[in-house]
């Protein structure tokens, strides 16, 4: 075990540089002078030099490269231009929105999925089945920049029991989670129901049932337990499809996180906050990947990594 | 489920093609005077807020989503066969590298990578296909790698290599055939994908940009109008639902037919 989580640890490293350098070479994608990008057309020669200097982008790249590290290391990710405050500070402010929209998100799913799993496959090839698949197959399909201007539509404009937009009460939350959570539900439901199906094969399962229990019982009471190192393995794994959704759900419902932050960020031209919301989301999917990677491998000793 | 699939993208793609000449109105056309109008018999799915003929800007979006979807899906596969089977074949460093630099590329959730790449580079049509090829080829490497490292074992593989065939040859003619059927169902699945990750980036702003009609940006105009003209929002979005559902159904149908034991 110990091997186990000493090689995964090792192999996330690489991982980590990795993401920080393509990161890091973002700033220096942009299509001519960054700084005067920022500044617009109408800045002058002067302003332009000195924002150069104040992003360090008139240092050797391979310095401009260790100092970024350096900084990361030390949880400096530069200063916002359009704030003029750390880029840490701002996600840090934004940080617990972010996290409450993800994780009611995933309860929503895990409140919709689970039942609906194992009603599918309680039910296997009956309607009950074929109209939870669908169900599910629409909600892959449906895209959440659509579903959520829907549900507001139906529930604040038409029905007028929910906020549209903004926080301030636990009801402002509702619709952003819902419409976060859907995919992830959809997503859940089909590996409940095929994680079920695979063990109501097992022989213990087949045994219960000899001992007279009903197909629900043997579910609920031996199958299910069984069928949750999958499930809990891809609620982990979606983590990062969550977060990413956050980016849209949050500009829906003007949710101020992250997501929200780093669209603003994009439109102001603030390459450092562009940068350090990024590295935040894609930092924060790694270590959520690594976790659940670990715990999977200490719910399940036959785990090994060869 | 295939049928239906096959059904829905048969029509959009009728629709992409000759849609825009079977509606009297042109997309970019204005009538200010009758802007937000509901749907009504002379136009069915209303007006946005410039009075232009939403219609019509779906079938001219639908070129847009369907060349999008192509052209990521097409660069992506070719690039991520390529690379794909090169490190399955080969392994050693080749493969270290490769294997390396898809593991990076997959520490980016979702879109996350092509909305950075496109908020540095500007929004534009070209930037999003360029951004969502970045992301795309790597699903297509690892899907084909796995593939590779079976068939380099296979007895007709070895047989070519023992009958004088270089490295080139026998990747491009014995073990790439072996991935296609599995590169096939991805591709259909990653046509969903592109059309949802260009609508979503659109609907961002930062993708195609107005006037061009993409059903992303018509999306991110009904925002505005959430409570006067929720027909904005809702014909849009269920365009690209059912496209979506419909590669998403053709998508699962193949991947039954290819692989049997999934479809339980």
């Known amino acids: 075990m110990g091997r186990y989580l000493v090689r995964r640890l090792l192999l996330t490293v690489p991982v980590l540089v990795g993401v920080a350098t393509l990161v890091f070479a973002l700033i220096h994608l942009v299509p001519g002078d960054p700084a005067q990008s920022m500044l617009g057309e109408g800045a002058s020669e002067d302003e332009v030099v000195q924002l150069r200097h104040r992003l360090g982008l008139d240092r050797p790249l391979f310095e401009q490269y260790r100092a970024f590290l350096t900084g990361l290391v030390r949880g400096d990710l530069g200063t916002s231009f359009r704030y003029g405050t750390p880029v840490t500070r701002e996600i840090r402010d934004r940080l617990l929105r972010t996290m409450q929209l993800a994780v009611a998100a995933m309860g929503v799913a895990i409140l919709i999925a689970i039942p609906l799993g194992i009603a599918a496959a309680v039910f296997r090839g009956k309607w009950i089945d074929h109209a939870a698949m669908t169900l599910a197959l629409v909600g892959i399909s449906m895209p959440n920049f659509w579903l959520g201007p829907l549900l507001a539509i139906l529930f604040a404009v038409y029905l007028g029991w929910l906020p549209v937009a903004g926080t301030g009460t636990v009801w402002h939350l509702v619709l952003p989670a819902i419409t976060l959570g859907a995919a992830l539900a959809a997503i859940l439901a089909r590996m409940t129901r095929a994680s079920l199906l695979e063990e109501l094969r097992e022989l213990y399962v087949v045994a219960a049932r000899a001992r007279g229990l009903s197909r629900l019982r043997a579910v609920v009471r031996h199958a299910f337990r069984n069928s949750l190192i999958p499930i809990v393995t891809i609620i982990g794994l979606q983590f990062g499809a969550v977060l990413t959704g956050t980016i849209i759900t949050e500009t829906i419902f003007a949710w101020p996180g992250v997501g929200r932050l780093l669209i603003q960020a994009i439109t102001f031209r603030d390459y450092p906050l562009v940068q350090g919301c990024i590295l935040f989301i894609s930092l924060t999917y790694v270590g959520m990947n690594l976790l659940t990677d670990l715990t999977y491998g200490i719910l399940d000793p036959r785990i090994r990594y060869d | ?264």
């Open chain 2, 1 to 264: 489920m295939i049928r239906v699939g096959v059904a829905i993208v048969f029509i959009a793609v009728l629709a992409a093609l000759i849609g825009p000449a079977l509606t009297p109105y042109d997309p970019a056309a204005q009538e200010l005077a009758r802007r937000l109008e509901g749907p009504s018999l002379s136009h069915p799915f209303g007006l946005d807020e410039l009075g232009r003929d939403i219609l019509a800007r779906l079938l001219s979006g639908a070129r847009i989503s369907l060349m999008v979807g192509l052209a990521v899906v097409s660069v992506s596969s070719i690039v991520g066969m390529l690379l794909g089977s090169i490190a399955g074949y080969f392994g050693g460093l080749v493969d270290d590298a490769i294997s390396r630099i898809v593991d990076v590329l997959m520490a980016f959730p979702g879109i996350l990578l092509a909305i950075a790449l496109v908020a540095v580079l500007g929004p534009s049509l070209t930037n999003v296909v360029l951004a969502l090829t970045v992301i795309g080829w790597v699903g297509y490497a690892r899907l084909v790698r796995s593939q590779a490292l079976r068939a380099r074992e296979f007895e007709f593989v070895q047989a070519a290599r023992a009958l004088g065939a270089g490295a080139p040859r026998v990747v491009l003619r014995h073990v790439l055939p072996t991935a296609f059927p599995a590169v096939v169902v991805q591709a259909t699945l990653g046509m969903a994908g592109a059309i949802i990750a260009e609508a979503a980036l659109s609907f961002l702003g930062l993708g195609v940009q107005p006037p061009t009609p993409s059903w992303g940006t018509m999306l991110d105009a009904g925002r505005s109008h959430l409570f006067d003209a929720p027909h904005l929002t809702i014909f849009p979005g269920l365009a690209i639902a059912i496209l979506v559902l419909g590669f998403n159904f053709l998508g699962d149908g193949l991947r039954d037919r290819v692989d049997p034991k999934l479809a339980k």
